[in-house]
């Protein structure tokens, strides 16, 4: 693999699994100094270990950044770990599907914490520590779901459709200082996290409506997002770039 992040120092939010985890075994292989976010110390040490194991460097960040505190602590974290802070990757989510009816405060409340404020409160740091000489990128992953819904859905669309007007409005502010801010829109991948909303009936429709037929991987996203990342996408910012191998916008 090239080393096209040679000597970044990254953070990436939920990278104790799924997406995340895949990115940061990506980026460390790039050359990046990656710096493992999740919930719990147990989810990011085996893989900090595996990219160590790897020959790549890494560092242990378990924070909660579902909260202010905890998102300014992280980036800053990161930054006395790795002496530079290049790139934040805005992973992170926590996801519930329900009913109009049935949606309830607390859950959409925690939503919003992980999967849409952690990313404000993430650029406003992350523009503080980045240096404006190198300048630096910030990759939110949204979905597929900010631009075609499905029903029981309201509040996980909504925080992913917002997370693209956070990207374009970040992209205009940020770019005076250098910093390029896009998204990832992901179809249905599996993972460990998208288990329980997964059946091998609606794989096999979504297979079959999917022009690549196939479902996407965690190993598609990471690439797609170590690209937004690198110098390859130096001139692309406030784009969001749907990884679906062409479901959301055709018709089979």
Same mark, same amino acid.
Do not use: H
């Given at each position: 693999?090239?080393?096209?992040?040679?000597?970044?120092?990254?953070?990436?939010?939920?990278?104790? =699994?799924?997406?995340?985890?895949?990115?940061?075994?990506?980026?460390?292989?790039?050359?990046?100094?990656?710096?493992?976010?999740?919930?719990?110390?147990?989810?990011?040490?085996?893989?900090?270990?595996?990219?160590?194991?790897?020959?790549?460097?890494?560092?242990?960040?378990?924070?909660?950044?579902?909260?202010?505190?905890?998102?300014?602590?992280?980036?800053?974290?990161?930054?006395?770990?790795?002496?530079?802070?290049?790139?934040?990757?805005?992973?992170?989510?926590?996801?519930?599907?329900?009913?109009?009816?049935?949606?309830?405060?607390?859950?959409?409340?925690?939503?919003?914490?992980?999967?849409?404020?952690?990313?404000?409160?993430?650029?406003?740091?992350?523009?503080?520590?980045?240096?404006?000489?190198?300048?630096?990128?910030?990759?939110?992953?949204?979905?597929?779901?900010?631009?075609?819904?499905?029903?029981?859905?309201?509040?996980?669309?909504?925080?992913? =459709?917002? /997370?693209?007007? /956070?990207?374009?409005?970040? =992209?205009?502010?940020?770019?005076?200082?250098?910093?390029?801010?896009?998204?990832?829109?992901?179809?249905?991948?599996?993972?460990?996290?998208?288990?329980?909303?997964?059946?091998?009936?609606?794989?096999?429709?979504?297979?079959?409506?999917?022009?690549?037929?196939?479902?996407?991987?965690?190993?598609?996203?990471?690439?797609?997002?170590?690209?937004?990342?690198?110098?390859?996408?130096?001139?692309?910012?406030?784009?969001?770039?749907?990884?679906?191998?062409?479901?959301?916008?055709?018709?089979?």
């Amino acid at each position: 693999m090239n080393q096209d992040l040679l000597g970044r120092v990254a953070l990436i939010t939920g990278a104790g =699994a799924g997406i995340g985890r895949e990115t940061a075994l990506q980026m460390a292989a790039r050359g990046a100094v990656v710096c493992v976010n999740d919930i719990k110390e147990e989810l990011v040490i085996p893989v900090v270990d595996t990219i160590k194991d790897r020959g790549g460097k890494a560092f242990a960040v378990p924070m909660n950044i579902a909260s202010r505190e905890g998102i300014r602590d992280a980036i800053r974290r990161s930054f006395e770990l790795g002496g530079r802070f290049d790139i934040l990757v805005n992973n992170a989510a926590w996801v519930r599907y329900q009913a109009i009816p049935e949606i309830m405060l607390e859950t959409m409340d925690r939503m919003l914490d992980v999967g849409f404020k952690s990313v404000v409160w993430g650029l406003q740091e992350a523009m503080a520590v980045m240096d404006p000489q190198r300048g630096g990128s910030i990759v939110n992953v949204a979905s597929v779901a900010a631009l075609r819904s499905a029903a029981s859905s309201v509040v996980y669309s909504g925080i992913k =459709a917002g /997370i693209l007007g /956070i990207t374009r409005a970040a =992209a205009a502010e940020l770019g005076a200082r250098n910093i390029r801010v896009n998204a990832v829109c992901p179809s249905a991948v599996p993972t460990e996290g998208t288990q329980r909303n997964r059946n091998a009936e609606r794989d096999a429709n979504r297979i079959a409506r999917t022009p690549l037929g196939r479902l996407g991987t965690v190993e598609d996203i990471a690439r797609a997002i170590c690209f937004l990342a690198s110098d390859d996408a130096g001139f692309i910012t406030a784009q969001a770039l749907t990884v679906d191998g062409g479901i959301t916008l055709t018709n089979i």
